[in-house]
């Protein structure tokens, strides 16, 4: 079979892959998106049915085209935003081939390019784009056996409340997926018990305006590294229900037990660390900040923006917070199912072209690669705090698509 050549392989077919797709189009850079499964992938089949985007639609899309059938200040749906991007894909008559599943990229023999094996076939690349994403491979701690008789599943595998057994539900990590999950089975009239580590806790709207827009305005979508002490901090943030600020506390105080950090399981009983109050107190303080800073950002800038006085309100700890378990029988409290929301790691055991640390996480500065001509987009941090995001990916794929244009024109000096 004779070997494919493109100048650029881009390998992902979700929101990366296509803003990728963009830029190199915009700059007449010819290019192939292949995607393993389908376009948009991971919004299809490793979501919840109930899925809303956690941001509104004037926000979490990409700047040549907005949203169809939904209103700017509200909340697409899964689907919608599968659609989005089909429909998106068409529109820039992306050249992405569906069905390819990428099982090793190395450098050619002289170095000058990459070749790629895949189902379709072999492929020969001047510069490569590995757009697949944050969501890798789902992380499951390793802390219940298989053999305890409780369902065990990750976040990414949950779809709705049927879905689990009659009984009680663990779920461990608190972010936006764990939260949301938690809100949706209390909802469903699941007993439920939520593990909260630490988190930052944003408000969803404070005087008028999304917290989106108070990110940004305060600068906090464009800060380029993590603090150390923060960088693994999950955000509990929602759009479910129209958009509402998640607070544990009226969580709890609608029947769900909070507990602290999962540590250990033995002999039927889960371990659980004696540090729930001190999470919400830092999940409080975060929450607290951005309304110090918006605040301050309105009297400085003379905004009239309405003043929300009762934003401030904490409500008091409920008993499972002043008296919180330590010790979780899973038989005697009829736990029969445990949902993982705890995150994923990357996997790119596919290439072999690339320079990465012990932690398999590629170097690369701005999401260029040490390796000439190979590429990274999508994954968290990559140039800044929104990289991983719909909105912010598009810039740093701009970027990238700069770098390949100057790279060209060096070649062919």
Not at 235 to 254: E, K, N, Q, W
């Amino acid at each position: 079979m004779a070997i494919e050549r493109v100048e650029t392989l881009i390998v992902g077919g979700g929101q990366a892959g296509l803003a990728m797709s963009a830029h190199l189009s915009a700059s007449a850079s010819q290019h192939l998106v292949v995607e393993r499964h389908r376009i948009a992938e991971r919004w299809r089949s490793e979501r919840w049915d109930s899925l809303v985007a956690n941001g509104p639609a004037w926000h979490d899309r990409f700047p040549e085209m907005e949203f169809w059938g939904v209103s700017h200040d509200d909340f697409a749906t899964k689907d919608q935003v599968v659609n989005y991007f089909e429909a998106y894909a068409a529109q820039i008559a992306a050249p992405v081939r569906c069905g390819v599943d990428v099982t090793e990229v190395v450098r050619t023999t002289d170095r000058t390019g990459f070749r790629a094996q895949t189902s379709d076939g072999s492929i020969e690349a001047t510069n490569v784009v590995a757009a697949t994403g944050p969501f890798q491979r789902p992380v499951i701690p390793q802390v219940v056996p298989d053999g305890a008789g409780i369902t065990q599943i990750h976040s990414n595998a949950y779809r709705n409340p049927d879905q689990l057994p009659e009984g009680a539900v663990l779920i461990v990590g608190a972010g936006s997926s764990g939260s949301q999950i938690a809100d949706e089975l209390l909802r469903s009239g699941k007993r439920v018990y939520l593990a909260i580590g630490p988190h930052d806790r944003p408000p969803r709207r404070y005087r008028g305006r999304d917290f989106v827009w108070w990110l940004g305005v305060l600068g906090k979508w464009g800060m380029e590294t993590p603090d150390p002490a923060t960088e693994h901090v999950t955000i509990a943030v929602s759009g479910a229900y129209g958009g509402l600020t998640v607070d544990f506390r009226r969580l709890a105080a609608r029947g769900m037990t909070l507990l602290g950090r999962a540590e250990r399981f033995s002999s039927g009983v889960m371990s659980f660390s004696p540090d729930l109050a001190d999470n919400l107190a830092e999940g409080d303080a975060n929450y607290l900040s951005i309304l110090d800073e918006a605040d301050a950002y309105v009297v400085r800038e003379g905004l009239d923006l309405p003043e929300e006085p009762d934003a401030r309100e904490i409500d008091p700890d409920p008993p499972c917070v002043a008296n919180p378990i330590l010790e979780l029988n899973l038989t005697q409290s009829n736990v029969t199912s445990i949902v993982w929301a705890t995150g994923y790691a990357l996997d790119f055991s596919w290439l072999k072209a690339g320079a990465f640390d012990e932690r398999g996480k590629p170097h690369h500065r701005r999401g260029v690669s040490d390796v000439p001509g190979l590429y990274f987009l999508g994954l968290p941090w990559l140039s800044n705090r929104s990289s991983s995001f719909i909105w912010g990916v598009w810039h740093d794929a701009r970027y990238l698509a700069e770098h390949i244009a100057k790279r060209r024109s060096c070649l062919a000096a």
